[in-house]
Nanobody, 121 residues
Framework: QVQLVESGGGLVQPGGSLRLSCTAS????????MGWYRQTPGKQRELVAK???????NVADSVKGRFTISRDNAKNTVTLQMNSLKPEDTAAYYC???????????????WGQGTQVTVSS
């Protein structure tokens, strides 16, 4: 079982920056991919950015050039640096980890509890 704890959300003015962090703990054999998704009321959860354990990234077009994802494999931490924030970035942001559990020889998806990001003047 893997637990994900997020931090860093809050209220920021348009054009501002925020940094989200997520740390995985628990029984960890290996984590394949870590990433961030976001969701607004009435809409499906969407990918913001994800990063593999080798550093390959996948970033949504809507945030490309403004958001940067990074990862510290030794600390099981993923960070999302969000710059030039826009009101349409307002959402609940969720950390995700796809981790291998050696006890069952399979991969599982885990989710954090979510952190609210509000971009407003």
């Amino acid at each position: 079982q893997v637990q994900l704890v997020e931090s860093g959300g809050g209220l920021v003015q348009p054009g501002g920056s925020l940094r989200l962090s997520c740390t995985a703990s628990g029984v960890i054999f290996s984590i394949n991919v870590m990433g961030w998704y976001r969701q607004t009321p009435g809409k499906q959860r969407e990918l913001v950015a994800k990063i593999s354990n080798t550093g390959n990234t996948n970033v949504a077009d809507s945030v490309k050039g403004r958001f940067t994802i990074s990862r510290d494999n030794a600390k099981n931490t993923v960070t999302l640096q969000m710059n030039s924030l826009k009101p349409e970035d307002t959402a609940a942001y969720y950390c995700n980890a796809n981790a291998y559990d050696g006890r069952w020889a399979r991969n599982y998806d885990y989710w954090g509890q979510g952190t609210q990001v509000t971009v407003s003047s």
